[in-house]
């Protein structure tokens, strides 16, 4: 009798799980069930340009059907609301309950908000295609109503957070303002652009030089840098920083972190602050029959620190969950999870970037490291035939 094999989450977990899995096993060895929120694997990636307008969502929202077609794996699209690894069973919205021999967790991470006072309520984010449409549309909007109403808290952005999503999002909409801007008749001297880094410096990782290099960069075409002072509190319009000082604004994004996801967290499974415990082989610390990848778990390096939640780490995850499940139902020796780091790559807007890349790390800066990030992305989408879907 065939194994039940349950895959919760569409990302790059999720989908490479049930693509590693189904290269190994025929359809008479296991049925593979994929449940995912949306229709479409979502490039996280690039949601910063699509947060301007400045890609089309197609080449962000790939439909999941094409993706798996001919790979005999079954798509569901639900909401998981539970699951419970002591019945082997995860109940969706719509479906209702679903058994398994085997379960992948890779619902991806939520947006930390730190217990900051208003933060939640009085801001945006940035994790999914809809968010970014909706940034794309709420900004838009806002330099619409300054054009008539002159009122500074529509011509003031605010992005929280100087990490990688923040930088990113921040390149590209300081990129996108004169344009913006000459459509509407608006000096863009008049619109105020602001990234907020509670830490020492944005892009906590990158070499020394490259971040000087990215400040520059940004600071050049006109994004003022705050770094060292932590958002406090939002009070409706007004983001509060530690250093005493406020800032007025109808367009607050926040990209300051990321948090375990609360289904994972309640349901049973071994958990550290909210993010699964998983041993070398990516099984949950506490129930061996559930595999878990990306940001739902919380994977340790060689220093004895967790690696930060990236695509790069998910995607190595879903292929080693995939061959596990096999070897693991051929009674053979699992493989220990080794990540290795190809590189980390940041635009900082349309024509500029930084990144490291290789086991040397490579310094890259501009054009360089802006073509590298597109060969990255379209290395990504051909490993998962994703560019068929594209351009079909």
Same mark, same amino acid.
């Given at each position: 009798m065939a194994k039940?094999? #349950?895959? #919760?989450?569409?990302?790059?977990?999720?989908? #490479?799980?049930?693509?590693?899995?189904? /290269?190994?096993?025929?359809?008479?060895?296991?049925?593979?069930?994929?449940v995912n929120r949306v229709p479409y694997h979502q490039i996280v990636t690039e949601l910063h340009r699509l947060a301007v307008s400045g890609l089309n969502e197609g080449n962000v929202a790939l439909p999941l059907n094409k993706l798996l077609k001919n790979k005999s794996i079954q798509l569901i699209i639900d909401n998981v609301e539970n699951i419970d690894p002591e019945k082997k069973q995860v109940r969706l919205l719509a479906s209702g309950n679903l058994g398994y021999d085997k379960l992948v967790v890779a619902l991806g991470g939520e947006t930390a908000f730190f217990g900051i006072p208003g933060l939640e309520e009085n801001s945006m984010t940035l994790k999914?295609?809809?968010? &970014?449409?909706?940034?794309?549309?709420?900004?838009? &909007?806002?330099?619409?109503?300054?054009?008539?109403?002159?009122?500074?808290?529509?011509?003031?952005?605010?992005? @929280?957070? @100087?990490?990688l999503t923040g930088i990113e999002l921040t390149g590209e909409i300081v990129d996108m303002l004169p344009k913006w801007c000459e459509k509407r008749g608006i000096d863009r001297s008049e619109i105020k652009l602001h990234n907020i880094e509670a830490g020492p410096t944005i892009l906590a990782g990158f070499p020394a030089e490259l971040l000087e290099r990215a400040k520059e960069s940004l600071t050049k075409r006109g994004v003022n840098l705050i770094m060292g002072v932590a958002v406090t509190e939002v009070q409706g319009t007004k983001?509060? #920083? /530690?250093?005493?000082?406020?800032?007025?604004? *109808?367009?607050?994004?926040?990209? @300051?972190?990321?948090? @375990? *996801?609360?289904?994972?967290?309640n349901c049973g499974i071994e958990v550290n602050r909210g993010r699964a415990t998983v041993n070398e082989f990516l099984q949950s610390t506490s129930h061996s029959d559930v595999f878990l990848a990306g940001d739902n778990a919380v994977v340790f390096g060689p220093e004895g620190r967790p690696y930060p939640p990236s695509a790069q780490i998910a995607w190595q995850m879903g292929e080693a969950i995939g061959y596990n499940l096999y070897a693991d139902y051929k009674g053979i020796p699992l493989q220990s999870f080794q990540f290795v780091n190809s590189g980390v790559l940041a635009s900082l807007g349309r024509k500029d970037a930084i990144g490291t890349v290789g086991a040397s790390q490579l310094r890259l800066r501009g054009l360089s490291a802006t073509l590298m990030k597109e060969a990255s992305n379209v290395r990504y989408l051909q490993h998962v035939n994703g560019l068929s879907s594209i351009l079909h």
């Open positions: 039940q094999i #349950l895959i #919760l989450g569409g990302g790059y977990g999720g989908l #490479l799980s049930a693509l590693t899995a189904r /290269k190994y096993f025929t359809p008479q060895e296991a049925e593979i069930t994929l999914s295609v809809e968010e &970014a449409k909706k940034v794309s549309a709420h900004i838009q &909007a806002r330099l619409d109503a300054y054009a008539k109403s002159k009122d500074e808290k529509d011509a003031t952005i605010v992005i @929280g957070g @100087g990490g983001v509060m #920083l /530690k250093d005493g000082s406020s800032i007025d604004t *109808n367009t607050f994004v926040w990209t @300051g972190g990321v948090t @375990g *996801n609360p289904v994972v967290a």
